[in-house]
Protein backbone atom coordinates (compact mmCIF):
# COMPACT_ATOMS: atom_id res chain seq x y z
CA UNK A 1 0.00 0.00 0.00
CA UNK A 2 0.97 3.75 -0.91
CA UNK A 3 0.76 5.18 2.41
CA UNK A 4 -1.80 7.41 1.57
CA UNK A 5 -5.44 6.44 2.64
CA UNK A 6 -8.95 7.81 1.37
CA UNK A 7 -12.34 7.25 2.97
CA UNK A 8 -14.53 6.37 1.82
CA UNK A 9 -13.77 4.94 -1.42
CA UNK A 10 -17.52 5.34 -2.78
CA UNK A 11 -20.07 8.26 -1.99
CA UNK A 12 -23.13 8.98 -3.31
CA UNK A 13 -24.86 11.80 -2.18
CA UNK A 14 -27.88 14.21 -2.41
CA UNK A 15 -27.39 18.04 -3.72
CA UNK A 16 -28.71 19.17 -0.12
CA UNK A 17 -26.70 16.66 1.90
CA UNK A 18 -23.51 17.46 3.89
CA UNK A 19 -20.51 14.90 3.47
CA UNK A 20 -16.84 14.44 3.91
CA UNK A 21 -14.10 13.60 2.86
CA UNK A 22 -11.06 11.87 4.66
CA UNK A 23 -7.50 11.34 3.84
CA UNK A 24 -4.44 10.28 5.68
CA UNK A 25 -0.98 9.65 5.00
CA UNK A 26 1.67 7.48 6.78
CA UNK A 27 4.55 8.78 4.93
CA UNK A 28 6.07 11.56 7.15
CA UNK A 29 5.13 14.09 4.39
CA UNK A 30 4.20 17.69 5.37
CA UNK A 31 2.56 18.62 1.94
CA UNK A 32 -1.20 17.24 1.34
CA UNK A 33 -3.50 18.20 -1.65
CA UNK A 34 -7.10 17.42 -3.27
CA UNK A 35 -7.56 16.87 -7.12
CA UNK A 36 -10.50 16.40 -8.86
CA UNK A 37 -10.95 13.95 -11.39
CA UNK A 38 -13.29 14.35 -14.17
CA UNK A 39 -14.21 12.13 -16.83
CA UNK A 40 -11.88 13.63 -20.07
CA UNK A 41 -10.75 16.20 -18.14
CA UNK A 42 -7.00 16.87 -16.99
CA UNK A 43 -6.23 16.28 -13.32
CA UNK A 44 -7.50 19.55 -11.00
CA UNK A 45 -5.66 20.73 -8.42
CA UNK A 46 -8.39 22.05 -5.92
CA UNK A 47 -6.16 22.42 -2.18
CA UNK A 48 -2.54 22.48 -1.26
CA UNK A 49 -1.48 22.42 2.66
CA UNK A 50 1.75 22.78 3.40
CA UNK A 51 2.30 22.15 7.18
CA UNK A 52 -1.21 22.43 7.41
CA UNK A 53 -1.38 25.66 5.69
CA UNK A 54 -3.52 26.07 3.02
CA UNK A 55 -1.26 27.47 0.50
CA UNK A 56 -3.45 26.61 -2.57
CA UNK A 57 -6.83 27.38 -3.43
CA UNK A 58 -7.14 27.09 -7.16
CA UNK A 59 -11.01 29.09 -7.49
CA UNK A 60 -13.01 26.19 -5.93
CA UNK A 61 -16.00 26.90 -5.12
CA UNK A 62 -17.20 27.67 -1.57
CA UNK A 63 -19.38 24.33 -1.35
CA UNK A 64 -15.74 22.69 -0.91
CA UNK A 65 -14.03 23.09 2.10
CA UNK A 66 -10.87 21.70 3.55
CA UNK A 67 -9.26 21.04 6.61
CA UNK A 68 -5.98 19.90 7.93
CA UNK A 69 -5.84 19.83 11.27
CA UNK A 70 -2.68 18.37 11.50
CA UNK A 71 -0.03 16.85 8.45
CA UNK A 72 -1.15 13.40 8.42
CA UNK A 73 -5.02 14.12 7.91
CA UNK A 74 -7.02 16.41 5.49
CA UNK A 75 -10.40 16.63 5.21
CA UNK A 76 -12.79 18.03 2.18
CA UNK A 77 -16.26 19.01 3.54
CA UNK A 78 -18.91 18.79 0.92
CA UNK A 79 -22.45 20.61 1.31
CA UNK A 80 -24.88 21.89 -1.58
CA UNK A 81 -23.26 20.13 -4.29
CA UNK A 82 -24.20 19.96 -7.83
CA UNK A 83 -24.05 16.69 -10.14
CA UNK A 84 -21.38 18.59 -12.24
CA UNK A 85 -19.43 17.71 -8.51
CA UNK A 86 -19.51 14.36 -9.60
CA UNK A 87 -15.95 12.89 -10.56
CA UNK A 88 -12.93 10.68 -8.55
CA UNK A 89 -11.49 13.26 -5.53
CA UNK A 90 -7.97 12.08 -5.29
CA UNK A 91 -6.35 12.71 -2.08
CA UNK A 92 -1.83 13.16 -2.59
CA UNK A 93 1.15 14.09 -0.37
CA UNK A 94 5.04 14.75 -1.00
CA UNK A 95 7.17 16.19 0.63
CA UNK A 96 7.36 20.02 0.47
CA UNK A 97 10.87 20.26 -0.78
CA UNK A 98 10.75 17.72 -3.06
CA UNK A 99 8.03 17.19 -5.43
CA UNK A 100 7.18 13.56 -6.35
CA UNK A 101 3.59 12.98 -5.22
CA UNK A 102 1.79 10.03 -3.92
CA UNK A 103 -1.91 9.27 -4.67
CA UNK A 104 -4.52 7.60 -2.67
CA UNK A 105 -7.05 5.58 -4.18
CA UNK A 106 -9.40 8.11 -4.17
CA UNK A 107 -13.12 8.52 -3.80
CA UNK A 108 -15.57 8.06 -6.58
CA UNK A 109 -18.47 10.95 -5.85
CA UNK A 110 -21.39 10.88 -7.44
CA UNK A 111 -23.37 13.44 -6.61
CA UNK A 112 -27.45 12.98 -7.03
CA UNK B 1 -0.73 30.17 -15.27
CA UNK B 2 0.79 27.56 -16.45
CA UNK B 3 -0.48 25.46 -19.31
CA UNK B 4 -0.02 21.72 -20.38
CA UNK B 5 -0.91 20.23 -23.62
CA UNK B 6 -0.60 16.07 -23.94
CA UNK B 7 -1.01 14.40 -27.10
CA UNK B 8 -2.58 12.20 -27.89
CA UNK B 9 -4.83 11.57 -26.36
CA UNK B 10 -5.82 7.73 -27.52
CA UNK B 11 -2.63 5.78 -28.52
CA UNK B 12 -3.50 2.19 -29.95
CA UNK B 13 0.14 -0.02 -30.46
CA UNK B 14 0.66 -3.65 -31.36
CA UNK B 15 2.66 -5.19 -28.48
CA UNK B 16 6.19 -5.01 -29.08
CA UNK B 17 6.02 -1.65 -30.68
CA UNK B 18 6.84 1.55 -28.93
CA UNK B 19 4.91 3.99 -27.45
CA UNK B 20 5.18 8.10 -27.38
CA UNK B 21 3.63 10.29 -25.60
CA UNK B 22 4.01 14.25 -25.95
CA UNK B 23 3.53 17.20 -23.87
CA UNK B 24 4.29 21.12 -24.22
CA UNK B 25 4.11 23.49 -21.38
CA UNK B 26 3.96 27.52 -21.37
CA UNK B 27 6.06 28.74 -18.87
CA UNK B 28 10.02 28.22 -18.38
CA UNK B 29 9.81 28.43 -14.64
CA UNK B 30 8.39 25.08 -14.73
CA UNK B 31 12.05 23.04 -13.47
CA UNK B 32 10.19 18.97 -13.08
CA UNK B 33 8.38 16.96 -15.22
CA UNK B 34 6.40 13.67 -13.61
CA UNK B 35 5.11 11.13 -15.85
CA UNK B 36 2.06 9.25 -14.15
CA UNK B 37 0.57 6.19 -14.94
CA UNK B 38 -3.16 4.68 -13.88
CA UNK B 39 -4.68 2.00 -14.46
CA UNK B 40 -8.32 1.28 -14.49
CA UNK B 41 -9.74 1.60 -11.28
CA UNK B 42 -6.69 2.67 -9.27
CA UNK B 43 -4.49 5.89 -8.33
CA UNK B 44 -1.99 7.18 -10.28
CA UNK B 45 1.96 6.11 -9.58
CA UNK B 46 4.57 7.90 -10.44
CA UNK B 47 6.71 6.27 -13.16
CA UNK B 48 9.74 8.17 -14.68
CA UNK B 49 10.90 12.48 -13.70
CA UNK B 50 12.94 14.74 -15.48
CA UNK B 51 14.32 17.64 -13.92
CA UNK B 52 15.00 20.72 -16.34
CA UNK B 53 18.78 20.95 -16.09
CA UNK B 54 18.87 17.54 -17.52
CA UNK B 55 17.99 16.46 -21.26
CA UNK B 56 17.39 12.99 -21.12
CA UNK B 57 16.47 10.07 -18.62
CA UNK B 58 15.91 6.38 -18.96
CA UNK B 59 14.59 3.22 -16.82
CA UNK B 60 14.41 0.29 -18.35
CA UNK B 61 11.90 0.12 -21.24
CA UNK B 62 10.84 4.07 -20.37
CA UNK B 63 12.44 6.85 -21.15
CA UNK B 64 11.58 10.44 -21.03
CA UNK B 65 13.13 13.53 -23.19
CA UNK B 66 12.95 17.41 -22.23
CA UNK B 67 13.61 20.07 -24.61
CA UNK B 68 13.37 23.01 -22.68
CA UNK B 69 14.01 25.85 -25.60
CA UNK B 70 11.04 24.31 -27.15
CA UNK B 71 9.16 23.59 -23.90
CA UNK B 72 8.46 19.89 -24.53
CA UNK B 73 8.93 16.52 -23.35
CA UNK B 74 7.70 13.34 -23.79
CA UNK B 75 7.70 9.63 -22.78
CA UNK B 76 9.24 7.09 -24.21
CA UNK B 77 7.60 3.44 -23.73
CA UNK B 78 9.92 0.83 -25.74
CA UNK B 79 8.64 -2.92 -26.15
CA UNK B 80 5.44 -2.50 -24.97
CA UNK B 81 3.77 -5.18 -22.93
CA UNK B 82 -0.14 -5.75 -22.43
CA UNK B 83 0.61 -4.16 -18.77
CA UNK B 84 1.18 -1.02 -20.48
CA UNK B 85 -2.35 -0.28 -20.86
CA UNK B 86 -3.25 2.35 -18.84
CA UNK B 87 -4.03 6.39 -18.69
CA UNK B 88 -0.77 7.88 -18.93
CA UNK B 89 -0.17 11.96 -17.50
CA UNK B 90 2.22 14.30 -17.74
CA UNK B 91 2.95 17.09 -15.23
CA UNK B 92 4.81 20.27 -14.88
CA UNK B 93 5.97 21.58 -11.39
CA UNK B 94 7.02 25.08 -10.63
CA UNK B 95 8.17 26.58 -7.62
CA UNK B 96 6.13 29.45 -6.72
CA UNK B 97 7.11 31.44 -2.82
CA UNK B 98 8.54 28.00 -1.51
CA UNK B 99 5.60 25.98 -2.83
CA UNK B 100 5.26 23.78 -5.74
CA UNK B 101 2.67 24.58 -8.27
CA UNK B 102 1.44 21.82 -10.28
CA UNK B 103 -0.59 21.08 -13.62
CA UNK B 104 -1.48 18.29 -15.43
CA UNK B 105 -1.89 17.20 -19.24
CA UNK B 106 -5.32 15.76 -19.69
CA UNK B 107 -4.72 12.00 -20.00
CA UNK B 108 -3.12 9.99 -22.50
CA UNK B 109 -4.99 6.26 -22.92
CA UNK B 110 -2.50 3.89 -23.67
CA UNK B 111 -3.92 0.76 -25.11
CA UNK B 112 -1.30 -2.47 -25.86
CA UNK B 113 -2.80 -4.68 -28.27
CA UNK B 114 -1.44 -8.33 -27.79
Known amino acids: ETGVTQTPRHLVMGMTNKKSLKCEQHLGHNAMYWYKQSAKKPLELMFVYNFKEQTENNSVPSRFSPECPNSSHLFLHLHTLQPEDSALYLC???????????FGQGTRLTVV | GENVEQHPSTLSVQEGDSAVIKCTYS??????FPWYKQELGKRPQLIIDIRSNVGEKKDQRIAVTLNKTAKHFSLHITETQPEDSAVYFCAAYMNSGGYQKVTFGTGTKLQVIP
Open chain 2, 27 to 32: DSASNY
Open chain 1, 92 to 102: ASSQSTAVEAF
